[in-house]
């Protein structure tokens, strides 16, 4: 049976904050600010908002309600991402059925953080990594991420010029876009030589924590008929959570369960995208990445860099504003951040880094580290209309 797609649900604006190493801005400003833009984008205003999905790991003691107040909206939706960089897609997708139903008219889905490499390493602790891998030195995420790509190389004799392609690939895409913080020329004499941090990663296979702040607004089709806006349709998405449950070190979090389902509701393929946006935390969840959703065959997402050009000059686009890895990693809104790329090429103002008539995209995000992976999986495809 065909599942059920996402008609009558469209993006109609989004926005990003400048990206800075440190901020005097607090976390709730961010906020405000990318929404704020974001609702400008869509010639909307905060009192046509009645839902709000938010992620941010520096919020406390506020919450999603208490965000809520503070931006003076009634909602009757609300969600607070507790998915790490899987949120923001897990929450376009609640809010569409939402608005599909009827429920909801205008949702703005916001990620934001204000931290740097300090608090970055001592928040992405969970109880696991506290109680057993603790003891042992861990680094935070780059222990974990460290034995997940050593454990890809063994299992599928890729090496580290492979991964080095993917992040020569990303910087060139940066460098066109004023926005990243890292734009200098990425050389694989660089990549191979740069500082050592857990092996076999090295300096530019880690994401640099960084402020600021990513959303979107999504409306019902009542509401977009009137506005004189670019709009993009949500085509197809999914989900999936402790993939596979009990086994760390299968290298995947669950893409390729849900991706015949959302290439069904999207009515086109992988070959038919324009470019890709995947949660680049570490090279080699890219990989995975591409390859749960389809782009690649199992333990063959290399051979896309070594066979094809995957900048914005090339025939499969990947990361075009130079993802988190060149861009920053604003800690919740690495999970938004190819969001507002995807969206901002289908409104066909990427500036200088813009695909050429880009009509679909697909993005993923990953998230949730616990001990040894990401626990949460998410993925959409959108089309501009």
């Not at 059920?4 to 800075?20: A, L, P």
């Not at 034995?147 to 063994?154: A, D, E, I, K």
């Not at 393929?269 to 570490?282: E, G, I, L, R, S």
């Not at 901002?344 to 679909?360: C, F, H, I, M, S």
């Amino acid at each position: 049976m065909t599942n059920r797609n996402y008609d009558g649900v469209y993006i109609v604006g989004t926005s990003q904050t400048k990206y800075e190493k440190r901020t005097e801005k607090t976390v709730q400003r961010l906020i405000w600010e990318a929404a704020d833009l974001a609702l400008k984008s869509a010639k909307l205003s905060w009192k046509d908002v009645d839902g709000l999905g938010l992620t941010a790991f520096t919020m406390a003691p506020d919450n999603i309600t208490t965000i809520a107040e503070n931006l003076g909206v009634q909602c009757k939706w609300l969600s607070q991402g507790l998915y790490g960089g899987a949120s923001g897609i897990c929450q376009m997708l609640q809010a569409a059925r939402l608005i599909q139903s009827g429920d909801l008219d205008v949702a703005v889905i916001v990620a934001a953080d204000a931290f740097d490499v300090t608090s970055h390493m001592s928040m992405s602790r969970g109880p696991g990594q506290h109680d057993y891998m603790g003891p042992w030195g861990y680094g935070a995420a780059n222990g974990v991420f460290a034995m997940q790509t050593r454990h890809y190389m063994n299992t599928f004799g890729t090496q580290r010029e492979d991964f080095g392609r993917l992040c020569m690939s990303f910087r060139e895409n940066a460098r066109l876009n004023p926005n990243a913080l890292l734009r200098e020329p990425l050389t694989m004499e660089q990549y191979l030589n740069a500082r050592p941090i857990a092996d076999p990663l090295a300096l530019y296979d880690c994401v640099l924590p960084c402020c600021g702040s990513d959303a979107i607004v999504m409306v019902s089709e009542r509401v977009a008929q009137r506005l004189d806006v670019p709009k993009v349709k949500l085509k197809g998405g999914g989900e999936l959570h402790n993939y596979p449950a009990n086994n760390n070190y299968a290298l995947s979090a669950g893409w390729e369960t849900f991706r015949d389902r959302m290439w069904d509701q999207a009515q086109f393929a992988p070959k038919d995208v324009d470019f890709v946006q995947v949660y680049d935390d570490y090279p080699v969840m890219c990989f995975v990445q591409l390859e749960g959703m389809g782009f690649a065959e199992r333990g063959h997402a290399a051979d896309l860099f070594r066979e094809r050009d995957c900048t914005v000059r090339g025939t499969f686009p990947v990361n075009t504003g130079g993802g988190q890895l060149s861009a920053g990693q604003c800690g919740a809104s690495g999970g938004m951040i190819g969001v507002y790329e995807a969206i901002t090429q289908l409104r066909g103002e990427a500036g200088d880094r813009q695909v050429p008539n880009a009509r679909r995209g697909a993005v993923s995000g990953y998230g949730a580290v616990s001990y040894g992976r990401g626990l949460s999986a998410s993925a959409c495809v959108l089309e501009r209309v």
